[in-house]
DNA sequence: TAGATTGTTAATCGATTAACAATC
DNA sequence: TAGATTGTTAATCGATTAACAATC
């Protein structure tokens, strides 16, 4: 199995991954394949299938150690470092992912917060300060940073991406509603609650 | 084609809906299969099958008028009407969800913001007042209101869900790390940037 | 032992893709 | 006409599911 997953297979892993990690903060030791169905919607055969490419890691009639699953599920996804991530935008939204527990517990560090607004720069988020977009070149380079998250209003957006993409980020989260124009090797993943809403609205109408 | 969508489709059509949206905004009267495929990363083959599916919407040689296009898809999602959603959280994060203009032009509206802080209870967010959680019941019922957005920290996400779940939700929209968990009949989606970049770091990295 | 849950088989269905004729 | 792009075919591959023996 150290051929790379499919594209279905590694987001259902990243599921898995997430239940996990909840539930070991929880405090369960155990789980099984039937509560992991139900907090990802994904099929419990489903689940163990994927599970048992990569191994045994069960045990019958009980379920799967959740600490163990966690740490084999980490090893296949290839994500047990720390990564640097930089940030577009220290405004309402930048702030609240700044400011979110939700990076931490995965290994996700945001280590750098960039703006263009004056009056931003040089103030200070939880650790970090703010910096001038126009540094991201050189702050992207000296702290290792190939992930940037946009949370910049849809009219700067293209100007934030444009500099992400000039201080080597190869994969871009967009929070912004604007369509991104990059460079072939970079990867966009645009997020539109919106849209998310009126698919599951339909699926309920329905 | 009057049966129900698959979960696949109708998520793809979801997508199509979005880069169309932003599109026509953009001043764009027509647009190609292979245009939506650059900004959707699905493969343009499958857009015109999924398209054609449904009619022909197309002009060989020419591509989709986006207007046109953008009218059958709605059509198809049956989008149409205006949707009212309620928030739960009233902190940077509601307020970057409450302020954003990314529902606006989905005919989705934040119709209620509820949260649990005496302090927060009674401000306004724009053009809402922000109402006691323990009126959810009350208020989700007058506004017809069957979608939630969790934006609260994980420790009170359960309280949240509970309450809403109590006041007739049957959708929810989870941007807390918790799991939550709800009666069969409501259908949770939780968000979690931190595992997504795990995912797409997976990729980048194989 | 009895109950529970995994690991696996087998069968079906939908997604994906390349290729290309049709036609604007 | 020439170039571009749709609509559709055909072939392959992965996802999904039910069912159940294995076994804890």
Redesign the pocket.
């Known amino acids: 199995m150290a051929e790379r997953l499919?594209?279905?297979?590694a987001a259902?892993l990243s599921r898995y991954l997430q239940v996990l990690t909840q539930a070991r903060k929880m405090g369960k030791d155990r789980?099984?394949?039937?509560e992991i169905a139900e907090y990802t919607n994904?099929?419990?055969?489903?689940i163990?299938?994927d599970?048992?490419n990569f191994?045994?890691?069960?045990?019958?009639?009980?379920?799967?150690r959740t600490d163990a699953l966690l740490e084999e599920i980490r090893q296949i996804l290839r994500t047990q470092g720390q990564h640097n991530v930089a940030l577009a935008g220290a405004g309402r939204l930048g702030g609240a992912i700044a400011g979110s527990p939700i990076f931490d517990e995965h290994g996700i560090t945001i280590a750098a917060i960039f703006d263009n607004d004056p009056d931003k720069i040089g103030t200070r988020i939880g650790d970090l300060t703010v910096d001038a977009i126009d540094r991201a070149t050189e702050i992207c380079r000296d702290r290792n940073i190939i992930v940037g998250v946009i949370a910049v209003p849809a009219e700067t957006a293209q100007d934030a991406a444009d500099a992400l993409v000039a201080a080597g980020v190869k994969i871009i989260f967009n929070y912004s509603e604007a369509l991104l124009d990059v460079p072939a090797d970079v990867n966009v993943h645009t997020s539109n609650p919106a849209v998310d809403v009126l698919y599951a609205l339909y699926f309920h109408l329905t």
Chains 1, 2 share one sequence.
Do not use: C, E, M
Request: proline fraction near 0%; hydrophobic fraction near 30%; avoid cysteine.
């Open positions: 499919t594209v279905g297979v259902r789980i099984s394949s039937q994904i099929n419990a055969t489903q163990r299938r599970l048992s191994g045994k890691f069960g045990k019958r009639g009980v379920g799967y």
